[in-house]
């Protein structure tokens, strides 16, 4: 591991070297240390899906964790309320009402019992989780979105607007839905490839993704507009994470000789990296974790049992290496807990819930400033964006901006949303955006995706059969009442 440390940066636009040897700064995360939760406060015993889609299969807010796991037929996903560690019972109720796998989870920031999931299904379905958690299996999403034509990897929520949902599919198109009345409003189709990541600036302005065509790309999402392209030669870019409103994008990747690489970038000009930094010769995938708030990247790899940390700072060299919590158990996914879950009183700045596959076991990390005092520190929790959304969806979607609404951690978190989220009422009809009809049906790939086209279409068959009949008994009550009229003493 000692290699990171001997690694070269290219300066921006020079070849100067750098030696990685951390200096002695006067930075107040130079001693942070991860702590293992103990293992009563744990999650123990659940059946993690053994899906080999590069996502993180786990979301956390500061009530709920939710878990992808191995189901047949279809796809479920665990939602435990966080104080119910411990093992949890091989019939633990599940929310399970999609037909294929679930590829990726996210609770809506603003509401806490509302999560989106994605399949290969081809669907996006909005849930609501009943108050205490599920009491028995859940099928029935509050809305089944249908738009994608291929399977869909990622889901998205604005990060300052309300009931705004961005969804990537392998059809290789970005929708952006509005909740509010159950439809897709844009889709942006800069894409050529499957889409592997999206990113939002702090105020939800820009969003950056990564792509298997091998472009990092800058896009304003709702016009769809490419702002920036970068074309990776040297550093095939896997994930993109935007550095809060610091004008920069950090991505991680694998360079020319496939070792893991990670590089920052001016979102203004993507021409070149400033710089780009080899970490090891490991395999998996590098997953970046940005903490706006103290200004640390986290590196956690797939497959290793490592995360590694830095801060990032304005000036040269930009990351100064700080730490790596390390572990013997290799992880898939990291769930983290939005600030205002944290536990100021330890002084907590991040949590990650590390899911550990071969043991069926989700692992609570605590990222720890060490401090003597026990009175709340200032200087470590600023202002952070809270749960209160800034924009309405027709504000956004009208080209309004809005930074997000901060929140003191330091009363303690108490305050819970006063939104409740309501479902349109919606009739199936076709759904047309920038004058495409998303769902006619473009050829299927593969097996799976052929069964999933035919079982639609023999439902489709079905209901239009049910109609039709219903229409031809309408039909025959209607001559049957015209025949009476014609017939009645009145009208002789």
Not at 88 to 116: M, R, S, T
Not at 166 to 175: I, P, R
Not at 244 to 273: C, F, H, Y
Request: charged share 25%; with cysteine; glycine share 6%.
């Amino acid at each position: 591991m000692r290699d990171l440390h001997k690694s070269s940066v290219l300066g921006s636009k020079h070849g100067s070297l750098m030696s990685w040897r951390p200096q002695y700064r006067s930075s107040k995360f130079r001693n942070v240390y991860g702590k293992v939760a103990s293992r009563e406060h744990c999650f123990d015993g659940i059946p993690i899906t053994k899906n080999v889609h590069d996502n993180h299969f786990c979301a956390v807010n500061a009530r709920f964790l939710a878990i992808v796991t191995e189901s047949a037929g279809g796809g479920s996903f665990l939602v435990i309320p966080l104080e119910q560690t411990g093992r949890i019972e091989p019939n633990y109720p599940k929310v399970c009402g999609h037909q294929g796998n679930v590829l990726d989870i996210k609770w809506n920031p603003f509401i806490e019992n509302i999560i989106a999931s994605c399949s290969e299904d081809t669907s996006v379905r909005i849930w609501e989780i009943p108050e205490g958690g599920l009491k028995r299996n859940m099928t029935e999403a509050v809305l089944e979105l249908y738009g994608h034509s291929r399977r869909v990897g990622l889901v998205e929520w604005h990060p300052t607007t309300n009931n705004i949902l961005f969804s990537a599919g392998y059809d290789y198109k970005v929708l952006i839905w509005n909740l509010d009345i159950g439809e897709p409003v844009k889709m942006i189709d800069c894409h050529t490839d499957v889409i592997l990541c999206m990113s939002f600036n702090t105020d939800g302005s820009l969003l950056a993704t990564s792509c298997k065509d091998k472009k990092l790309r800058v896009v304003e999402p709702r016009s769809g507009r490419v702002l920036q392209e970068a074309s990776c030669k040297n550093h095939r870019v896997n994930r993109v994470v935007f550095l809060g409103s610091t004008k920069r994008l950090l991505t991680t990747g694998v360079s020319r000789w496939n070792t893991r690489q990670i590089a920052l970038w001016d979102q203004e000009d993507l021409s070149m990296p400033l710089i780009e930094e080899e970490i090891d010769g490991l395999s998996g995938l590098l997953f970046p974790f940005y903490d706006a708030d103290t200004h640390m990247l986290y590196l956690a790899g797939k497959g290793d049992g490592n995360i590694r940390y830095y801060e990032i700072g304005s000036e040269k060299p930009y990351l100064s290496y700080l730490m790596e919590f390390r572990s013997p158990a290799p992880q898939k996914g990291l769930g983290v807990m939005p600030k205002h879950g944290l536990d100021v009183s330890a002084c907590e700045v991040f949590r990650f819930y590390k899911l550990v596959t071969l043991k069926g076991l989700i692992e609570p990390i605590s990222m720890i400033v060490p401090r003597r005092s026990e009175t709340y520190q200032e200087d470590i929790y600023p202002m952070t964006p809270g749960t209160e959304p800034a924009l309405t969806p027709d504000e956004w979607l009208s080209g309004v901006n809005r930074d997000p609404i901060l929140m003191s951690l330091k009363e303690g978190y108490k305050r819970t949303s006063k939104i409740v989220f309501k479902a349109p009422v919606r009739e199936k009809k076709s759904v047309v955006v920038n004058g495409i009809d998303l769902l006619e049906n473009v050829p299927p790939r593969t097996e799976n995706e052929l069964l999933r086209m035919f079982f639609r279409q023999q439902d489709e068959i079905r209901r239009l059969k049910d109609e039709l009949s219903q229409k031809d008994i309408r039909i025959r009550q209607l001559q049957l009442e015209l025949k009476n009229l014609r017939n009645s003493p009145k009208n002789n």
